[in-house]
């Protein structure tokens, strides 16, 4: 009596097929989950770095400046004076990292022989931006560096310029050689005050 025997070779077949499907399968399934994993990290991310709606840019170089009681109109940080030559120019603006504070010079030239540099500072309270009047540093002198942050909350802020300037004695024609740094803090209504340092 004969056996018949069983024809293996399809089964041989089949069942690496059905391992490379599955495989297959898995693979589909773990990049559909990490797909999904890797997007909603950088959502969340989006959401908490979102830059704020509400930004204000001190915009000095657009604004109107009083400056020896005479009111200045500037427009792309320059001004030229419609009767006279008197012009003017802001540069250096700098605002600090939180957007809540701002300084920068004002470099006017009224139209005799001195050039005279001037620190403004702005503050942001209560939704507004509020400008100091402009500081006198000197004449003819040569800025090195500004900055502006907030420290402590009670002095609502400090401004560092450091700039070259010349002896008392000396006479205007000599280039600025003497490093000074002057320190200047945000009073409560907007204008600024020397600290010592």
């Keep these: 009596m004969h056996r018949r025997k069983l024809n293996t070779s399809s089964n041989t077949f089949l069942k690496p097929f059905w391992i490379t499907l599955g495989v297959i399968i898995l ?7 990490g797909y999904h994993f ?12 979102a830059a704020p709606t509400n930004t204000y840019l001190f915009d000095i170089g657009n604004k109107k400046i009083t ?27 700098t605002i600090n990292p939180s ?5 920068a010079i004002l470099i006017d030239s009224p139209g005799g022989t001195g050039t005279f540099y001037y620190l403004i500072g702005g ?3 209560n939704g507004q931006e ?13 800025i090195k560096s500004l900055s502006v942050y907030e420290p402590q909350a009670h002095d609502n802020g400090i401004i560092t310029v450091q ?10 024609l000599t280039m600025p050689t003497i490093q000074i740094l002057k320190q200047f803090a945000f009073e409560d209504n907007g204008n600024l005050i020397e600290v010592l340092h």
């Design 27 to 33: 693979l589909i399934i773990f990049f559909i989950l």
């Design 38 to 49: 890797s997007r909603k990290p950088s959502s969340t991310s989006s959401q908490m770095f």
């Design 67 to 93: 400056l020896n009681n005479h009111l200045l109109a500037f427009k792309n940080s320059s001004y030229k004076a419609s009767h006279g030559s008197e012009v003017a120019t802001i540069t250096n603006l």
């Design 99 to 103: 957007g809540t504070r701002a300084t």
């Design 123 to 125: 503050v942001l309270k």
């Design 130 to 142: 509020i400008y100091s009047k402009p500081v006198l540093l000197g004449d003819r002198i040569k």
């Design 163 to 172: 700039y070259l300037d010349r002896p008392a004695s000396a006479p205007m």
